[in-house]
């Protein structure tokens, strides 16, 4: 009996999660090889080596990185402004300005500490030093279950490794792309609406990327937050782009030109000065494995089609019966966020999750193989254990 209990609790929880979650998993993709890559190029282009040095005491120094961070605050419930208005809605224009507001979706993924190693290993050949270079792009899904409804992942584009050599600058390319704008966060409302392209048209989907970074100098002059390089890429999506079960599924051939651009490019990451004593007791100049951070902005958009808008009155009743009960619309939406370090993919997975407050307790995260924060790991024992996350 009690078995049966818990199973029946996890299920509740299963289909609480899966009707209003939302879950980002983002990928920072690092390479064994691009280092080599560039380093070739260099050699192609009959340019003097920039290359310094390593100090075999720091190899592999992403190795050993396997643990989580998370944190949590509280949403302003963006999804929760078109049940609010819809209530009170009795004229078209107020219909037509509810539906507007559903019609778009953002949130912001943001790493939750410093990503320590942009390089391998440290360097004896100056702060933009590329030797040991290991990050290589920006991935990011999202699943239902076990369907992948939304995929992206941008890579450094190989055929411009040249601006790396010339310019200290790199750009990323498209390479694949999964989107389903029937099973996106369209329209961004708590009503149980689905996205139908005979209601919505001109789906879009944007995303955008800034890279920031702190170092110091040989003055000792500390650069704090510094943005690198920023990147945008807008894909625009109608029915003549997807298949039979209504995904635009894109995967880029070795050497083909992206069929949607990344726009933008970023500095690559200035390494920290460190000097050092060696075994005579010589002091000598050294720079670190480059510190920095990614925010990611990604961003649904959609219009009414003029069936919709022919049918207003229809869809005011329709959202009239599929009224929440007051205290569900009025709940703020809590975000958790983890970050930790995957040795077999080598790459960092920042796990976004966001659901009404008092979905996201304590209990819950346990059971989605989550961290708890630490201040709730160290109260845990006094509290109960269906107590809610605590809000900053």
């Known amino acids: 009996m009690k078995r049966f209990a818990s199973a029946a609790l996890a299920l509740t929880l299963a289909c609480c999660l899966s009707a209003q979650s939302i879950e980002y998993q983002t990928f920072i993709y690092t390479s064994d090889n691009l280092s080599e890559d560039i380093k070739r190029e260099s050699e192609a282009q009959g340019q003097r080596s920039v290359f310094g040095d390593m100090l075999g005491a720091t190899t592999n120094a992403l190795s050993g990185m396997a643990t989580g961070y998370i944190t949590s605050f509280v949403d302003l419930g963006i999804n929760a402004i078109g049940s609010l208005i819809t209530r009170k809605a009795r004229q078209k224009a107020e219909w037509e300005e509810t539906v507007q507001k559903e019609n778009i979706y953002e949130t912001t993924i943001r790493t939750v500490s410093d990503v320590n190693d942009f390089y391998e290993h440290t360097s004896t050949g100056g702060a933009m030093d590329p030797e040991g270079m290991k990050f290589d792009g920006i991935g990011c899904l999202r699943k239902e279950g076990n369907d992948t409804v939304f995929y992206i992942s941008c890579h450094i584009d190989r055929s411009k490794l040249y601006r790396i050599i010339n310019h200290s600058k790199f750009q990323l390319v498209l390479d694949t792309l999964i989107i389903s704008p029937e099973r996106s966060n369209l329209p961004n409302?708590?009503?149980?609406?689905?996205?139908?392209?005979?209601?919505?048209?001109?789906?879009?989907?944007?995303?955008?990327?800034?890279?920031?970074?702190?170092?110091?100098?040989?003055?000792?002059?500390?650069?704090?937050?510094?943005?690198?390089?920023?990147?945008?890429?807008?894909?625009?999506?109608?029915?003549?782009?997807?298949?039979?079960?209504?995904?635009?599924?894109?995967?880029?051939r070795d050497g083909e030109a992206p069929a949607f651009n990344v726009v933008g490019e970023s500095f690559i990451v200035p390494r920290s000065f460190m000097p050092f004593r060696d075994a005579n007791n010589n002091l000598n100049n050294s720079w670190g494995t480059g510190e920095y951070k990614l925010e990611i902005g990604l961003k649904e958009t959609c219009d009414i089609t003029d069936y919709l808008r022919e049918h207003w009155k229809d869809d005011r009743k329709r959202r009239e019966k599929l009224q929440p009960s007051e205290s569900f619309m009025t709940r703020a939406w809590q975000m958790v966020t983890t970050q930790r370090w995957d040795e077999i993919t080598k790459s960092w997975v920042i796990t976004t999750l966001k659901a009404p407050a008092g979905v996201l307790t304590n209990e819950m995260l346990e059971k989605m193989g989550l961290p708890l924060p630490v201040a709730a790991t160290a109260t845990q024992t006094q509290q109960s254990p269906q107590s809610s996350m605590p809000k900053k």
């Open 189 to 252: 409302s708590e009503l149980d609406i689905p996205f139908s392209f005979k209601e919505r048209r001109n789906f879009n989907l944007t995303m955008n990327i800034k890279m920031t970074s702190s170092w110091i100098n040989e003055l000792a002059q500390l650069q704090k937050d510094m943005t690198l390089g920023e990147f945008s890429i807008n894909i625009p999506v109608d029915t003549t782009m997807l298949d039979n079960e209504g995904y635009l599924r894109y995967a880029r």
